[in-house]
């Protein structure tokens, strides 16, 4: 299908990341699937667009940009464990500030966790990711691909800070102060512990996977 593919799902990746979490669909989904239904259900569906769209990619026209070369791949490999422990910190965290939080009633400006250095910690474990992976892939699918990713998170974080400001309004402003005064550094709780080693966990789970899904092997 040449490039047409390639196109398609990029647009299925818009779509979906998109439609789904407006009105009236999502009210309507959330109604009949629940709040954690939607969130499964949500979740998969972008998991599967995410991984057709990475295979496109690999399926399209190769127009090579410059050459691989190994030093690429361990940069991949060191930039990758921070972005595994910013997930495992983030998700399923009170975060009122971003589109991903859980249980945003509970969220504690005293000890806001991840929050305290980034607001949009997800957005930024996309960032990273994506612009890391620019680097061993130096054709023009790829690139197009990770490229966009990384444009995408960094005017995302934009666009959600608009869109909760209006919001939330005074609330957003005052929570951005509170935050701002507590400790910058993470608190070593039990709950941050095992978050800490599920990210490792991650990390070494995306290592071992990644050959056998996108068929390379960061190791080598």
Same mark, same amino acid.
């Given at each position: 299908?040449g !490039?047409?593919?390639?196109? $398609?799902a990029?647009?299925a990746f $818009?779509l979906?990341h998109? #439609?789904p @979490?407006?009105?009236?669909?999502r009210? !309507?989904?959330?109604?009949r699937?629940?709040?954690?239904g939607?969130?499964?259900?949500?979740?998969?569906?972008s998991?599967?667009?995410?991984? !057709?769209?990475i295979?496109a990619?690999? =399926?399209?026209?190769?127009?090579?940009? !410059?050459d *691989?070369a190994?030093w690429?791949?361990?940069?991949?490999?060191?930039?990758?464990?921070?972005v595994?422990v +910013?997930?495992?910190?983030? #998700?399923?965290?009170?975060n009122? $500030?971003?589109?991903?939080?859980a249980?945003?009633?509970?969220?504690?400006?005293?000890?806001p966790? +991840?929050v305290?250095?980034t =607001?949009h910690p997800?957005?930024? &474990?996309l960032? #990273?990711w994506?612009a890391?992976? #620019?680097?061993?892939?130096g054709?023009? &699918?790829?690139?197009?691909?990770?490229?966009?990713? &990384?444009? $995408?998170a960094?005017l995302?974080?934009?666009?959600?800070d608009?869109?909760r400001? =209006?919001?939330?309004?005074? =609330? *957003?402003?005052d929570?951005?102060?509170?935050i701002?005064?507590?400790?910058?550094?993470?608190?070593l709780?039990?709950g941050?512990?095992?978050?800490?080693l599920?990210g490792?966990?991650?990390?070494?789970g995306? @290592? *071992?996977?990644?050959?056998?899904? +996108?068929r390379v092997?960061?190791l080598?």
């Amino acid at each position: 299908m040449g !490039w047409n593919e390639f196109a $398609f799902a990029f647009g299925a990746f $818009f779509l979906t990341h998109s #439609i789904p @979490i407006r009105p009236p669909l999502r009210p !309507w989904a959330v109604a009949r699937l629940g709040h954690a239904g939607f969130g499964i259900a949500y979740s998969a569906l972008s998991l599967g667009v995410l991984a !057709w769209l990475i295979a496109a990619a690999g =399926r399209a026209p190769y127009v090579p940009l !410059w050459d *691989w070369a190994p030093w690429q791949n361990h940069v991949v490999l060191a930039v990758m464990l921070p972005v595994c422990v +910013i997930l495992s910190l983030a #998700i399923a965290r009170p975060n009122p $500030f971003s589109f991903g939080g859980a249980q945003n009633d509970r969220f504690d400006p005293a000890s806001p966790g +991840i929050v305290r250095l980034t =607001r949009h910690p997800l957005l930024l &474990a996309l960032g #990273i990711w994506s612009a890391a992976h #620019i680097l061993p892939n130096g054709d023009l &699918a790829h690139v197009i691909l990770f490229g966009t990713f &990384a444009g $995408f998170a960094m005017l995302g974080a934009r666009l959600v800070d608009r869109r909760r400001q =209006r919001e939330m309004g005074q =609330r *957003w402003y005052d929570l951005r102060a509170a935050i701002s005064e507590s400790p910058a550094s993470l608190s070593l709780t039990a709950g941050t512990r095992l978050r800490l080693l599920a990210g490792l966990m991650l990390y070494g789970g995306l @290592i *071992w996977l990644h050959p056998l899904v +996108i068929r390379v092997d960061p190791l080598v």
